[in-house]
């Protein structure tokens, strides 16, 4: 693989990660309403992801804007619920890295960092909380989409849905682009 392979196959993955979940219908938001209208099953194997994604999870009408250039992109969503979507990503460089951020009503709940080296196929994720504070790390290999592994602070190794890494889900499902409050 050569080095200006690596962004297309980083985009590749993160547009199958989207793909994945329509305008901020991820399984994980299936899941949040499920039997008893719990939140109980979002990302359930890492407890640690469950409460941060539980109450910020994207529902409704959205909008969205951003824009992108040969070396990255940004792309704000807003949901009818409250919730927002800020993901930032930068492909040049030995490392491509991104930076999604979850508010709700303008308070933020929690953001995930990725970075993959532009010779590698192993994505790696800081979960972080609504103070910024580290409570897990992750990985997922580009060419095995599906699965990842999360360990939570003090905790031992979990897999995990993939969608779990992209929680927020993606914005083309979105209608007109618009702007975010």
Same mark, same amino acid.
Request: net charge negative.
């Given at each position: 693989?050569?080095?200006?392979?690596?962004?297309?196959?980083?985009?590749?993955?993160?547009?199958?990660?989207?793909?994945?979940?329509?305008?901020?219908?991820?399984?994980?938001?299936?899941?949040?309403?499920?039997?008893?209208?719990?939140?109980?099953?979002?990302?359930?194997?890492?407890?640690?992801?469950?409460?941060?994604?539980?109450?910020?999870?994207?529902?409704?009408?959205?909008?969205?804007?951003g824009g992108s250039s040969p070396g990255g992109r940004g792309i704000a969503t807003c949901y009818s619920n409250g919730v927002s979507v800020s993901d930032m990503e930068l492909y040049n460089g030995p490392i491509a890295t991104g930076? +999604?951020?979850?508010?709700?009503?303008? =308070?933020?709940?929690?953001?995930? *960092? &990725?970075?993959?080296?532009?010779? /590698? !196929?192993?994505?790696?994720?800081?979960?972080?909380?609504?103070?910024?504070?580290?409570?897990?790390?992750?990985?997922?290999?580009?060419?095995?989409?599906?699965?990842? +592994?999360?360990?939570?602070?003090?905790? =031992?190794?979990?897999?995990?849905? *993939? &969608?779990?890494?992209?929680?927020? /889900? !993606?914005?083309?499902?979105?209608?007109?682009?618009?702007?975010?409050?």
């Open positions: 693989m050569t080095f200006t392979d690596r962004p297309l196959r980083l985009a590749t993955l993160v547009v199958g990660f989207a793909l994945a979940s329509g305008c901020g219908r991820t399984e994980m938001g299936v899941l949040a309403r499920g039997a008893g209208g719990g939140a109980s099953g979002i990302c359930a194997e890492a407890p640690c992801l469950a409460s941060l994604f539980q109450g910020c999870v994207p529902e409704g009408s959205c909008t969205w804007e930076s +999604v951020t979850v508010a709700r009503n303008g =308070t933020r709940c929690y953001s995930i *960092d &990725s970075s993959l080296p532009m010779d /590698g !196929d192993v994505v790696s994720y800081v979960f972080r909380d609504a103070n910024g504070q580290q409570v897990a790390t992750g990985t997922t290999t580009v060419d095995k989409i599906g699965t990842a +592994v999360v360990t939570c602070n003090g905790s =031992t190794a979990t897999a995990v849905s *993939d &969608s779990c890494m992209d929680p927020a /889900g !993606d914005s083309s499902g979105c209608g007109d682009m618009g702007t975010c409050p």
